[in-house]
Each structure stands twice: as structure tokens, then as C-alpha cells.
């Protein structure tokens, strides 16, 4: 069998098993261990405020890499900068800035760090089950949309337009590397560090000030929106625009990050495994 059969297989017994556990988890559905009486607390922060916020994220986003060539650059002592160094340093600030600014806006605005999370303690065993649960459910609708979106960007290449697709730059970086370090580093990141940082960003501020403040509807397209545009990769635009929405709606029936946090960390562990064993 040659590489491209194997891995077109390969793909069809991920997608089977995937939609497998997903008619599993609706025969035997994990009740929601959340109240139906939920509300937001409301944070003192204004419209300029909120603005200034976008504008260090974009900061952030814009400078990651910059500042990742300087650190690499410290750390190899001015040697020619190797891919894989420029990508860790890269992430690594872009991480960090990320999570630096929420816990920024917190401190600043005397905020609780508890106020992401949902009040009255819903044990952490429930909350892996549910959040598993919901992945479950909707990886197969995930990968129906990616199928989708391909089809989308196959027609508009037949009509002349310029629609290749690109990869995520993390993603053809882990797809090119041959080193362990690089792959467990880069694996650490992608899959614990930036579901965290990006669910409390665009979840837990982004829509949260953006649903206490103006119509539903807005916040969740927004910052769904804004999720997708921050990969910068047209080949899993609708997936992503498609998963933000998903988390949005997650988080909304919960008022707790964790749930969406988790979901994003299995899909990111999900799509990590993928990529190493099925490039």
C-alpha cells in the first residue's frame, strides 16, 4: 500500500471511530453538572479600556516574533538562528504575552482570577468527563466542516482564484522537525499552554465583556472571528471560525473556562497526534 492510500485510510478510521464515540456519548449522555441559573458578573471596565486591551493583543501578536529573534538570538550568542529556535521563541512570547495580559487586566481592575471560573466548585473529575464529552460529540462536525472548507478552497483554485492553502506555521514547523526536543517543547506548548491562554482571551474577556455589553449575537461572531483570524492560515479558517463558535456556545452554558479550556486542549492533543503520525 503506498503512503497516500495508507494515510487517506488512516483518516477514515480516525473519522469512523470519532463519530463512533460521538453516537456513544448521545446514547449515554453525561448530564451537565451546571445550574441553569447562571449570570455573569459584571466588570467595571470601559469601552476605552476594552479598546486598549485589543490593542496590546494585537501588540503581542505582531511583536511575538521579533521578540522570539532576540531572545534566540541571546541565547545562541549571535549564531545564525535555527528554525526550531525562532518557532519556540516565538510561541513561547506569544504565550506569555497572552496570559500576561489577563492577569495584567485582573491586578489592574481588581479583579478575581476566580471570576473566569465557575462559582460554587464543580469538582475538576466532572468537569474532564463533561468537557470529553462534548468533544466527543462535536470532533466529527469539526472534521465534516475541514472537509468542507477544502472542497471550498478546491473550487475556487478550478475558478482561477488564489485560494492555495497554507498551513499554520506551528504546524509546518512540528510537521518538518525530526528533533525530540523541538516536538516535546512545541507539544507542551500547542497543547497546554495555548488552549489556556487562548480560551481566557477570547473567551473569558473577549466575549465575556462583549456579552455583558451588546447583543449576543455580535459577541459570539466577533470574537469567533477574531480566533480564526489570529491563526493567520486560510487552509483551517472555517474550522477554526467553526470551533470558536463551538467554545463560545460552551462557555456561555457553563460560565466556566475550564469546559472550554479542556475541549481545546483535546482537539489541540488531537490535532498534534495527527500531524506527527499522519502528515
Known amino acids: 500500500m503506498d503512503p497516500q492510500t495508507s494515510i487517506s485510510t488512516a ?8 463519530l463512533f464515540g460521538a453516537i456513544a456519548s448521545y446514547a449515554r449522555p ?13 466588570w467595571n471596565l470601559s469601552i476605552l479600556g476594552f479598546v486598549g486591551y485589543l490593542w496590546m493583543l494585537l501588540v503581542i501578536i505582531l511583536f511575538s ?50 471570576s473566569f471560573f465557575r462559582a460554587g466548585g464543580v469538582p475538576w473529575g466532572r468537569v474532564i468527563r463533561h468537557s470529553g464529552h462534548l ?27 488564489d485560494a492555495t492553502p497554507q498551513p499554520q506555521l506551528a504546524v509546518q514547523w512540528i510537521a518538518d522537525s525530526d528533533s525530540v ?11 497546554l499552554a495555548a488552549p489556556f491562554s487562548e480560551e481566557l482571551v477570547f473567551r473569558g474577556f473577549l466575549y465575556r ?13 466577533f470574537s469567533s472571528l477574531l480566533f480564526a483570524l489570529l491563526h493567520a492560515s486560510l487552509n483551517s479558517f472555517l474550522p477554526l471560525f467553526f470551533i470558536g463558535l463551538l467554545l463560545v456556545k460552551i462557555y456561555d452554558d457553563t460560565h466556566d473556562i475550564r469546559i472550554p479550556i479542556l475541549f481545546h486542549l483535546y ?4 490535532s498534534f497526534l495527527n500531524i506527527l503520525f499522519l502528515p
Do not use: H
Open 11 to 18: 483518516n477514515i478510521i480516525l473519522f469512523l471511530a470519532a
Open 30 to 42: 453525561i448530564r451537565s453538572p451546571y445550574a441553569e441559573d447562571r449570570c455573569w458578573n459584571r
Open 65 to 114: 516574533p521579533l521578540l522570539g529573534d532576540q531572545l534566540a538570538a541571546f541565547l545562541t550568542e549571535g549564531d545564525e538562528l535555527p528554525m526550531q529556535t525562532r518557532s519556540i521563541s516565538a510561541t513561547f512570547f506569544m504565550q506569555v504575552g497572552l496570559i500576561g495580559l489577563i492577569l495584567f487586566a485582573v491586578e489592574r481592575r481588581g479583579w478575581s482570577l476566580k
Open 135 to 161: 468533544f466527543l460529540r462535536f470532533l466529527p462536525a469539526i472534521w465534516l466542516v475541514g472537509i468542507f472548507w477544502g472542497g471550498i478552497l478546491l473550487a475556487l483554485r478550478e475558478l482561477g482564484f
Open 181 to 191: 526536543v523541538f516536538l516535546v517543547v512545541m507539544g507542551l506548548m500547542v497543547v
Open 209 to 221: 465583556f462583549l456579552d455583558e455589553r451588546g447583543p449576543a449575537r455580535f459577541a459570539l461572531i
Open 267 to 270: 482537539f489541540n492533543l488531537f
